[in-house]
């Protein structure tokens, strides 16, 4: 069956980095559009970034820009999110997301924190 399954979350400093992971499987990755999200307590969910299926065009959220990178690994199925510089406002439970045309698959999400 489809699984996104994200990793790498966790407690941070500000000033920090994490790097996100969100393994698939099931479908075709290569394929796909991939996507990250993020959802803070009591907001709607975010948009951050996304990367076409071959890796070659990136967009990122003025909020993130300049300090997250997205790239993907179409040998190893994943995608990642490179969170540089990380802030307070960065708290939040970020989601990755695949989409091709109108198929689209979640995943279950990883907590990331940023605080002193």
């Known amino acids: 069956q489809v699984q996104l399954v994200e990793s790498g979350g966790g407690l941070v400093q500000p000033g920090g980095s994490l790097r996100l992971s969100c393994a698939a499987s099931g479908f075709t990755f290569s394929t796909y559009h991939m996507s990250w999200y993020r959802q803070a307590p009591g907001k709607e969910r975010e948009l951050l970034a996304g990367i076409t299926s071959a890796g070659d065009g990136t967009t990122y959220a003025d909020s993130v820009k300049g300090r997250f990178t997205i790239s993907r690994d179409n040998g190893k199925n994943i995608v990642y999110l490179q969170m540089n510089r990380l802030k307070a406002e960065d708290t939040a439970v970020y989601y990755c997301?695949?989409?091709?045309?109108?198929?689209?698959?979640w995943g279950q999400g990883t907590q990331v924190t940023v605080s002193s």
């Open positions: 997301k695949a989409v091709r045309a109108i198929r689209y698959y």
